[in-house]
Antibody, heavy 117, light 108 residues
Framework: QLQLQESGPGLVKPSETLSLTCTVS??????????WGWIRQPPGKGLEWIGS???????YYNPSLKSRVTISVDTSKNQFSLKLSSVTAADTAVYYC?????????WGQGTLVTVSS | AIRMTQSPSSLSASTGDRVTITCRAS??????LAWYQQKPGKAPKLLIY???TLQSGVPSRFSGSGSGTDFTLTISCLQSEDFATYYC??????????FGQGTRLEIK
């Protein structure tokens, strides 16, 4: 059974860089069929796609976040990562990683990241 | 970017009711639409993809229809576990995707 697990700091200071890693188990991140994505959800609000990456390293980002987002992949560790720079309170959210084959069929449990000094 | 608009934003219903949620795309997306269910504190769960195909393990009381710009999610006989928030998502521009704003289904 495929599992995804987000990890990283739960508290980030304003203007700093948010960094999260998603570890995939029970399957290979190098599968040619899938992209791997990051989605976030501010408290009490809806879902926002951040971006997605293919195992080869090809990336696609939400235009509204593109200037601040970097997604990378480490196939040797079966992980992919998110960096979001210059964060503000508006970036406080639950961050999810997920497997994407058109739709997102497997999700991590999510991790709350709070931006506060 | 393709915008997805759901209606209503919230609705109240009773167990046993039939409910329909609508999702409209800002441009034609063929049948490249998915529906998710999200319960408080949990990750979204994929219910339907390709507008009308049930994900494995999803009860048959859930159904989806539509193509082009207008789509519906129908729950034929509401169960207590169905009270949740529902999201549509287009993947016409895959892997670039967009979600609807969500529809909260509450107990009347």
């Amino acid at each position: 059974q495929l599992q995804l697990q987000e990890s990283g700091p739960g508290l980030v200071k304003p203007s700093e860089t948010l960094s999260l890693t998603c570890t995939v188990s029970g399957g290979s991140i190098s599968s040619s069929s899938y992209y791997w994505g990051w989605i976030r959800q501010p408290p009490g609000k809806g879902l926002e796609w951040i971006g997605s990456i293919y195992y080869s390293g090809s990336t696609y980002y939400n235009p509204s976040l593109k200037s601040r987002v970097t997604i990378s992949v480490d196939t040797s560790k079966n992980q992919f990562s998110l960096k979001l720079s210059s964060v503000t309170a508006a970036d406080t959210a639950v961050y999810y990683c997920a497997r994407q084959f058109r739709a997102f069929d497997y999700w991590g449990q999510g991790t709350l990241v709070t931006v506060s000094s | 970017a393709i915008r997805m608009t759901q209606s209503p934003s919230s609705l109240s219903a009773s167990t046993g009711d039939r409910v329909t949620i609508t999702c409209r795309a800002s441009q034609g997306i063929s049948s490249y639409l998915a529906w998710y269910q999200q319960k408080p504190g949990k990750a979204p769960k994929l219910l339907i993809y390709a507008a009308s195909t049930l994900q494995s393990g999803v009860p048959s009381r859930f159904s989806g229809s539509g193509s082009g710009t207008d789509f519906t999610l129908t729950i034929s006989c509401l169960q207590s576990e169905d009270f949740a928030t529902y999201y549509c998502q287009q993947y016409y521009s895959y892997p670039r995707i967009t979600f609807g704003q969500g529809t909260r289904l509450e107990i009347k």
